[in-house]
C-alpha cells in the first residue's frame, strides 16, 4: 500500500494521521494503549510482540494495534520512520490524552498562547516537528496553498520542513505544543 492510500484509509476510518519516527534499538515492554493504532512503515524496521508472538514490520508493510491489546515494541538498529493513525473509540481526543500522547513520543510539551490578532509570517521550524491543540480562542494555519483555522479541541502537526504562517483570531489563542527534534530519514 503506498502512503496516501494508507492515509486517505485512515482518514476514511476516523484515524488522526501522525507522522513520526523512533530511535535505533528502543524498547517499549508490554503495555496497552488507550486508542485503536494502524502504522504504514516508511523505513527501518519495528518488532511488534503480542501473545510472545514477535513481528517485524518494515517498509512498506502495515500493522494494527487495537486499544487495550497488550504489546511490546522493538525497534531496529537503523530507527524506525512510520506514517500511523490514532482512534479513540471514547470520544474526542482530550487534553490529558493528547499531552500523553506527546510525552510517550519524547515530545516536550509546552503550554502557551499569543495574543489577539498575533501573526507570523512564512518560516519553517526547521530541526523541530510541532504538534498543537488547541485550547481556547482559533488560530489559522497558512500551508501547501490554503489555510485551516483551528479550535478548541482541534489539533494540528507541522513538520519541521513545512513553509508556513500563522495568524491568531480576534480572542487569542491558548493551546499545548509539542517539539521534538526531527529524526534523520530512515531508509
Not at 518560516?123 to 485550547?135: K, Y
Not at 487569542?172 to 509539542?178: C, D, L, T
Amino acid at each position: 500500500m503506498d502512503r496516501l492510500e494508507f492515509e486517505a484509509d485512515l482518514r476514511r476510518d476516523g484515524f488522526r494521521v501522525v507522522n513520526s519516527s523512533l530511535r535505533p534499538n528502543t524498547r517499549e515492554a508490554n503495555h496497552c494503549h488507550d486508542f485503536d493504532a494502524r502504522i504504514l512503515v516508511l523505513g527501518g524496521e519495528i518488532t511488534i510482540t503480542r501473545d510472545n508472538n514477535p513481528e517485524t514490520f518494515r517498509a512498506g508493510q502495515c500493522c494494527e494495534v487495537p486499544a487495550g491489546s497488550m504489546h511490546a515494541e522493538l525497534v531496529g538498529p537503523e530507527g524506525v520512520a512510520y506514517v500511523a493513525g490514532r482512534r479513540r473509540n471514547g470520544g474526542p481526543l482530550s487534553r490529558e490524552a493528547f499531552e500523553s500522547d506527546l510525552r510517550r513520543e519524547g515530545f516536550e510539551v509546552i503550554n502557551g498562547g499569543q495574543k489577539p490578532n498575533f501573526a507570523e509570517e512564512l518560516h519553517a521550524h526547521g530541526d523541530f516537528d510541532v504538534r498543537i491543540m488547541v485550547l481556547s480562542g482559533e488560530i489559522t494555519v497558512t500551508r501547501d496553498g490554503g489555510s485551516t483555522t483551528f479550535q478548541a479541541g482541534e489539533h494540528c502537526e507541522i513538520p519541521g520542513d513545512c513553509q508556513h504562517s500563522t495568524k491568531v483570531g480576534p480572542e487569542g489563542v491558548a493551546y499545548i505544543v509539542g517539539k521534538v527534534c526531527r529524526q534523520p530519514s530512515v531508509n
